[in-house]
C-alpha cells in the first residue's frame, strides 16, 4: 500500500453524509475547504416538538439565505452537481427523528414540500414509530412506524436508521421498498458503543441497496484510549470487507464549535444526558479531547481522502465512499 498521502481529486462530490455544526458563515468556508461539495444537516433539533423544529428550520434557512453566494439549499442530484460545480456548499435538510410530526404522518407532505430529504424515525428515545436505541426493550417498528415506511417510500424521502433500536432499524429495512441508510454508524464488531451497530443491521441496510456511514464521532470508534482517523480507516476497511465498497459512505457527525464547555458536559460531556454511550469512555475523554485526532475540523475532510488513497483504495473506490455511494442512493429515492 502507498505511504505517501498524496493529494487525491475527487471525480464525484463529497457528500458528508450528517453534519450537525452551527451554521456560521465560517464554518461553510472551513467545510469548502475540507473538499466538502454537500452534507446532510440536522436542521432540527432531536426530539423536539412541532413549533420547536419549525424555528429551528427557519433559522437554519435564513443562515443559508444570508449566505448565498457560498452555500445553498439542495434537493436532487442535480442540484448537488449543480452547486458543486460552482464551487458552493449543498445543504440537504435533514432530520434526527420523527417526534415532531408521529402526531399526524401526513405533515411529512409538508417537509417534502419545505425540501426536507433525509428523516430518521426516531432518535435514542422510544416514539409513537419505534423504539431509538436507547429504548429498551427493543419491541420494533410499529403500526404507525409503517405507515411512516410506506409515506417516506411514497414521498420520495429518505429513510435513516441512525440511533435507532437495532430491531427497530431491521423492520424499517426490511419494510421499505426504496434504499435506506445508516448516516452515522459504525460497526459494533470494532468499537463496543451502544451508538453503534451489528453486522445483522448492517447487511439489512446494504441489502436494500443503501449505505452505511462511517463517522469520527469519538464515542463510536475507541473507548480506552483518544481515536485518530486511523480507527476511521480501520471502520472502513471492515465495512467493505462486510458490505462491499458500493454501500460505505462517509458521515462525519461533527458539531464543530456547537458548545461552550459547560453546554458539551451537560450534552454530550461523559456526565450529559446520555451516560450510556459517552460516560463509558476512558478519563481522556474531556472537552479539549472531544474531536478524533486528525479530525478536528470540517477543513480536515482532506485528510480522510488522501489517507483513503494512501491505503491502497483506487480513486474510484475513494469516490464512492466519499460522496458517490451517497449519491446513488439519494438518485435512487429523489430522481435525478
Known sequence: MAT????????????????????TREQFLRTIEGRVSALNLTSVRPPSDLATSMSDLAKALAIIAENSDIVSVVTSVREIRETAAAGKLGIILGTQGSTFLEHDLQLLRVMQRAGIRILQPTYMEQNALGSGVLALPDKGLTDKGHEWVALMNELGLLIDLSHVGYQTAI???KASKRPVICSHSNARALCNSLRNIPDEEI???AETGGTVGVTLWPPMLRHETRPTIEDFFAQIDYMVNLIGIDHVAFGSDLSEQSKTEAQWQS???????????????????IFTQR?????????HTGRLIDGLAARGYSAADVDKIMGGNLLRVYQDIWGE
Not at 4 to 23: M, T
Not at 268 to 279: D, H, M, R, S
Not at 291 to 299: D, K, N, P
Open 4 to 23: 505517501d498521502l498524496a493529494r487525491h481529486s475527487s471525480a464525484e462530490p463529497v457528500i458528508d453524509g450528517l453534519n450537525c455544526a452551527v451554521l
Open 171 to 173: 423492520d424499517a429495512a
Open 203 to 205: 447487511r439489512a441496510v
Open 267 to 285: 450534552s454530550f460531556g461523559p456526565k450529559g444526558i446520555y451516560p450510556e454511550v459517552t460516560g463509558v469512555l476512558g478519563d481522556w475523554f
Open 291 to 299: 474531536f478524533t485526532v486528525g479530525f478536528e475540523s470540517m477543513a
